[in-house]
Every structure is written in structure tokens, then in C-alpha cells.
């Protein structure tokens, strides 16, 4: 499938930047990467009509200008775009994020090797560095992990190298969950993966739940975690501002999630929650 690039430039950039993300998360588009002008959005072609982001700020354009603009972005102009700007991506001195025409650097205690396909989550995103970096936090050997809206199956395979097992990797997008199977493969790890979402979810329990995903979806399938997480288990939630913290803590208060750690990262913000069941 191809995708459509929305690239939406505001003027000023905040607050609006994250009200827009939020509303078009709710019309499909499934992944949105921020810069100095605005952010772009993504959404799978067969799934866009034309002037479907208006529907998004029709409701309240006063105070903000904004400028839109759509590119067709076929699947095999990414891993062009990937060859020449991606950088390797240093978490902690733990862990080393690199693509496999970067050199190996056996120092590092863990080395992920990732090619994405029209998958997001290469590492760069500030949440998919808090979520490394809290991840890294966890006792994961032989616990049994969830990485929901997994992209590029990054936190799934950091889990499975930190000894998680099993391992489940859940997105919506058909193309994160072929982009995870091979990532897993590159880097020798053995993973479950599932298309689809919070409906994947079966009779089964999980120790640690990882889910970068964003606020709107977060809060409607908070339960739907919850239902799914041991005892004294963790969540980390991530894929939202730091301003949404206070918004998530109170949905997750009333499914019995307990707020315990968070760290900032450039107005972003990851968050650790506990299973407060007595």
C-alpha cells in the first residue's frame, strides 16, 4: 500500500500542533512526525479522501493560520529516504540503534539492527526514546512483554534481548507488522506478532505492557490494557505531550493504574504505570 503525507504547517505551531494531531488520529491517520513548522501526518492511501483533514479544524480555526499540502509517498521511495538521512541512534550508552549498512559496535549492551519499510518508530522520535530508556529500567528476563503499535518493532525486540518471553508485537498497519518480522529476524529474536488492535488481545496476561502509540487511543483502550496486565504489573505509556500527562493519569486512576515514574523529552513525555489491584 501507499501512503499519503500530510504536511500541515500552523502559525503559531502551539498549542494547535497537538490538538490537530489528536483529531486526525480519530479520521485514520495513523503515524505524525513534528518539525519547526507544523508536523506531518500519515495515513494509508485507501483510507484518505481528498479534504478529509479539513473535518479536523473546521470546528475552530480562529487564532491559528495554517497551510496544508498532500504527497503520494510510495512504498519504495522509504528506504531511499531512510539509506540517506538515517543517523544511528545512541540511548544511554546501552543501547545502539543502527541500520545494517552502519558498522557493529559490540560495546554497546544492545544492539538493534532496523530497515523500515513504510513502518514508523525509527528511534529518533523523542517517545520512542523515553520508551528505550525506561524499557531499559525493567526486570524483563523471562517476563512476558506486550509492545502495542509496535512500527518498527524496536521495544519488542529490546524486550526479547533484555530476556523477555514470550514476546507480542501488535500494530494496525500491515506494513509495521512485516517491517517487525524481519527486524526481529536481523536481530535474531524471536517474536509474535498480530495485526490489528486492542481487539488482538486475548485470554492471556502480560507482566509489562509498552505502548507509544497516542492520547486518543491510549485512553479508549485503557481497559482493555488493564484487562490484560498481571497483578503488580507495569504499563509505559508514551506518545503524548507532557501538558496530557495529568489527562492519562486520571483515566488510568480509574482502571487501577497507579502513576509511579515519568521522564520528559522536548515537551514529550513517557510514564510508568503500576497495577494498584491489592
Given at each position: 500500500m501507499d501512503?499519503?503525507?500530510?504536511?500541515v504547517n500552523?502559525?503559531?505551531?502551539?498549542p494547535?500542533?497537538?490538538?490537530f494531531i489528536d483529531?486526525l488520529?480519530?479520521?485514520?491517520?495513523?503515524?505524525f512526525?513534528?518539525?519547526?513548522?507544523?508536523?506531518?501526518?500519515?495515513?494509508?492511501?485507501?483510507?484518505y479522501?481528498?479534504?478529509?483533514e479539513?473535518t479536523?479544524?473546521?470546528?475552530?480555526?480562529?487564532?491559528?493560520?495554517?497551510?496544508t499540502?498532500?504527497t503520494?509517498?510510495?512504498r519504495?521511495?522509504?528506504n531511499?529516504?531512510?539509506e540517506?538521512?538515517?543517523k544511528?541512534?545512541?540511548v544511554?550508552?546501552?543501547?545502539?540503534?543502527?541500520a545494517?549498512?552502519?558498522?557493529?559496535?559490540?560495546?554497546?549492551?544492545?544492539?538493534i539492527?532496523?530497515?523500515?519499510?513504510?513502518?514508523?518508530?525509527?528511534?529518533?522520535?523523542q517517545?520512542?526514546?523515553l520508551?528505550?530508556?525506561?524499557t531499559?529500567?525493567q526486570?524483563?528476563l523471562?517476563k512476558?512483554?506486550?509492545?502495542?503499535g509496535?512500527?518498527?518493532g524496536i521495544?519488542?525486540i529490546?524486550?526479547?534481548?533484555m530476556g523477555?518471553?514470550?514476546?507480542?508485537?501488535?500494530?494496525?498497519?500491515?506494513?509495521?507488522?512485516e517491517?517487525?518480522k524481519e527486524n526481529a529476524?536481523?536481530?535474531k529474536?524471536?517474536?509474535?506478532t498480530?495485526l490489528g488492535?486492542a481487539?488482538?488481545?486475548?485470554?492471556?496476561?502480560f507482566?509489562?505492557?509498552l505502548?507509544?502509540i497516542?492520547?486518543?487511543?491510549?485512553?479508549?483502550d485503557?481497559?482493555a490494557?488493564r484487562?490484560?496486565?498481571e497483578?503488580?504489573?507495569?504499563?509505559?505509556?508514551?506518545?503524548f505531550?507532557?501538558q496530557?500527562?495529568e489527562?492519562?493519569?486520571?483515566e488510568a486512576q480509574?482502571?487501577?493504574?497507579?502513576l509511579?515514574?515519568?521522564?520528559?523529552?522536548e515537551?514529550?513525555?513517557?510514564?510508568v504505570?503500576v497495577n494498584?489491584?491489592?
Open positions: 501512503y499519503i503525507e500530510l504536511a500552523l502559525t503559531p505551531r502551539n494547535f500542533a497537538d490538538l483529531a488520529g480519530d479520521v485514520g491517520f495513523e503515524s512526525v513534528e518539525n519547526e513548522n507544523g508536523f506531518l501526518a500519515y495515513i494509508q492511501q485507501q483510507h479522501a481528498e479534504g478529509l479539513k479536523c479544524w473546521a470546528w475552530n480555526m480562529e487564532g491559528v493560520a495554517i497551510e499540502s498532500t503520494l509517498i510510495p519504495k521511495n522509504w531511499k529516504d531512510w540517506e538521512n538515517f544511528p541512534i545512541v544511554d550508552n546501552k543501547v545502539y540503534i543502527h545494517p549498512f552502519h558498522p557493529k559496535k559490540p560495546a554497546f549492551a544492545h544492539q539492527v532496523i530497515e523500515p519499510k513504510m513502518s514508523f518508530g525509527t528511534g529518533h522520535h517517545t520512542t526514546h520508551m528505550v530508556q525506561l531499559l529500567k526486570t524483563l523471562k512476558r512483554v506486550l509492545d502495542m509496535c512500527g518498527t521495544l519488542a529490546l524486550a526479547a534481548q523477555a518471553n514470550p514476546v507480542v508485537a501488535i500494530d494496525i498497519d500491515d506494513w509495521s507488522i517491517n517487525t529476524a536481523r536481530n529474536v524471536g517474536l509474535e498480530r488492535g481487539e488482538e488481545l486475548k485470554a492471556e496476561k507482566d509489562v505492557i505502548a507509544n497516542n492520547l486518543n487511543i491510549l485512553m479508549a485503557m481497559a490494557y484487562a490484560v496486565l497483578d503488580k504489573g507495569t504499563i509505559i505509556f508514551s506518545g505531550y507532557a496530557d500527562l489527562t492519562l493519569r486520571a480509574k482502571c487501577g493504574l497507579q509511579t515514574q515519568s521522564l520528559e523529552r515537551d514529550w513525555i513517557a510514564a504505570f494498584a489491584k491489592d
